[in-house]
C-alpha cells in the first residue's frame, strides 16, 4: 500500500510555537499532498508538492519532500489557535490510474 | 465555501431503510469521489467517476450504490446499511488532467449518517 503515516498521532504546543508533522509512505509517487480538517468539516487542500521538488512554501507552511527515504514533513511556522485541526497527508501513486490515498492524521492542538 | 456542496448533513436511518446522499459540484471538474471517513481510520477511497468512467473500490459492500448522472452530480444511494456503517462520508471532486492522475481535491462539508 501507498498509504501515508502521519507522526505523531497528535501534537500539543503553545501559540507561537512551530508545529512539525511528518509522513511516510511506501511506495513512489508522483505527488504528495497535505491537507487540514477542522473538526466535523470537510478536508481543505494545503499544497502539493510533485516528486521532483524538495521543498515547498505557502505562507506560514513550509513541506519537505525526501523521495529517498519516502517521507515528507509540514512545517506550521508561529502557530495560532485557529490552525487547531487535523492535518492528513495524501498520496499520489507512480502507477497509472492509483488514487490518491490518506494516512491517519496528526491532531494538532495550539493552546492560546 | 469549496463550491462542492452536500446533503443532507445528517442523516439517521434504520438498517432497512433506503436513502441517497446526494453531492453537487460548481467547479467544471471532471472526476467526482465518494470518501468514507469512520473513527480512527484513515480516508477510505469508495468510488471514483474520472472522465465518465467509474472506477470503484472493491471492498465496498453492494449495500452502496453510487449514481452519476453528469459530471456535476455524484450520488450515494444507501440500502440496508448496518451499523459499522455509521461514518462520515465526504464527497470531493478534482480537474484530471490525465486519467488516473489526481491533482488537488475539493471536498464538501461532508454527510454525517448514524445507522440505528
Known amino acids: 500500500s501507498q498509504q501515508g503515516e502521519e507522526d505523531p498521532q497528535a501534537l500539543s504546543i503553545q501559540e507561537g510555537e512551530n508545529a512539525t508533522m511528518n509522513c511516510s509512505y511506501k511506495?513512489?509517487?508522483?505527488?504528495l499532498q497535505w491537507y487540514r480538517q477542522n473538526s466535523g468539516r470537510g478536508l481543505v487542500h494545503l499544497i502539493l508538492?510533485?516528486?521532483?521538488?524538495r521543498e515547498k512554501h505557502s505562507g506560514r507552511l513550509r513541506v519537505t519532500l525526501d523521495t529517498s527515504k519516502k517521507s515528507s514533513s509540514l512545517l506550521i511556522t508561529a502557530s495560532r489557535a485557529a490552525d487547531t485541526a487535523s492535518y492528513f497527508c495524501?498520496?499520489?501513486?507512480?502507477?497509472?490510474?492509483?488514487?490518491?490515498?490518506f494516512g491517519e492524521g496528526t491532531q494538532l492542538t495550539v493552546n492560546p | 465555501e469549496t463550491g462542492v456542496t452536500q446533503t443532507p448533513r445528517h442523516l439517521v436511518m434504520g438498517m432497512t431503510n433506503k436513502k441517497s446522499l446526494k453531492c453537487e459540484q460548481h467547479?467544471?471538474?471532471?472526476?467526482m469521489y465518494w470518501y468514507k471517513q469512520s473513527a480512527k481510520k484513515p480516508l477510505e477511497l469508495m468510488f471514483v467517476?474520472?472522465?465518465?468512467?467509474?472506477?470503484e473500490n472493491n471492498s465496498v459492500p453492494s449495500r452502496f450504490s453510487p449514481e452519476c448522472p453528469n459530471s456535476s452530480h455524484l450520488f450515494l444511494h444507501l440500502h440496508t446499511l448496518q451499523p459499522e456503517d455509521s461514518a462520515l462520508y465526504l464527497c470531493?471532486?478534482?480537474?484530471?488532467?490525465?486519467?488516473?492522475?489526481?491533482?488537488?481535491?475539493?471536498f464538501g462539508e461532508g454527510s454525517r449518517l448514524t445507522v440505528l
Open positions: 467517476y474520472s472522465l465518465e468512467e467509474r472506477v
Open positions: 511506495t513512489s509517487i508522483n505527488n
Open positions: 508538492i510533485r516528486s521532483n521538488e
Open positions: 467547479l467544471g471538474h471532471n472526476a
Open positions: 495524501a498520496t499520489d501513486g507512480e502507477t497509472s490510474g492509483s488514487r490518491l490515498t
Open positions: 470531493a471532486s478534482s480537474q484530471e488532467v490525465l486519467a488516473g492522475r489526481t491533482g488537488e481535491l475539493f
